[in-house]
């Protein structure tokens, strides 16, 4: 059963504009939402991350909403760069137990 | 500081034979956990280690075990190959269960094949 679902599964976005992903769960025990950045033969980077008892996190172009009550939680990525073109993962942590169910991924590609 | 290290980075190994794949965690974190990825799959927890224990486990086979050294360090161990065990494993490690962070940082995996 697939705990964190996420969407979509690839995203084209042109530079300078806004990419925004989508991450849905249903476990309420979950307590801390991070995103991870993986680019091709890497592992998975921590780019940022939300507890529940806020609504919003920036940190420079990524910001991360979080919504308690619908149980979704998204990325943003403002003025999109060739760069940022990775696979993005979000994922939640199980309350008591140091582990991350994850979200299937997204595939973003930046155009130039 | 230097990150997670893991070893090897490669691995090639026939259907029935047994693998074990090594990880050192960031200097301080006494917590490693053990992710496989796949396409099909994408990213599943494995088990998590702190202090030596095995605190969690995953839904994998018995054929999957690991273990936790006192320097932190930890090692995987696949026996009886099949083709489906082919796949990146990742291994996370984190400071929590000492100071209540949830923060993992990844290592860059082994990719392993099963032929």
């Known amino acids: 059963q697939q705990q964190v679902k996420q969407s979509p599964q690839s995203l084209i976005v042109q530079k300078g504009g806004i990419s925004i992903i989508n991450c849905a769960y249903e476990?309420?025990?979950?307590?801390?939402f991070p995103w991870y950045q993986q680019f091709p033969g890497k592992g998975p980077a921590l780019l940022i991350a939300i507890r529940p008892d806020v609504s919003e996190k920036k940190e420079g172009r990524f910001t991360i909403s979080f919504n308690k009550s619908a149980k979704q939680f998204s990325l943003h990525i403002m003025d999109s760069q060739p760069g940022d073109s990775a696979t993005y993962f979000c994922a939640a942590h199980t309350q008591g137990a140091q582990k991350l169910v994850f979200g299937q991924g997204t595939r973003l590609t930046i155009n130039p | 500081k230097a990150g997670v290290t893991q070893t090897p980075r490669y691995l090639i190994k026939t259907r029935g034979q047994q693998v074990t794949l090594s990880c050192s965690p960031i200097s301080g974190h006494r917590s490693v956990s053990w992710y496989q990825q796949t396409p099909g799959q994408g990213l599943q927890f494995l088990f998590e280690?702190?202090?030596?224990?095995?605190?969690n486990k995953g839904n994998f086979p018995g054929r999957f075990s690991g273990r936790q050294f006192s320097n932190s360090r930890s090692e995987m161990n696949v026996s009886t190959l099949e083709l489906g065990d082919s796949a990146l494993y990742l291994c996370?490690?984190?400071?929590?269960?000492?100071?209540?962070?949830?923060?993992?940082?990844f290592g860059p995996g082994t990719r392993l094949t099963v032929l």
């Open positions: 476990n309420t025990a979950f307590d801390y």
């Open positions: 280690y702190f202090s030596e224990t095995q605190r």
């Open positions: 996370a490690s984190s400071l929590w269960g000492t100071s209540g962070t949830n923060e993992q940082f």
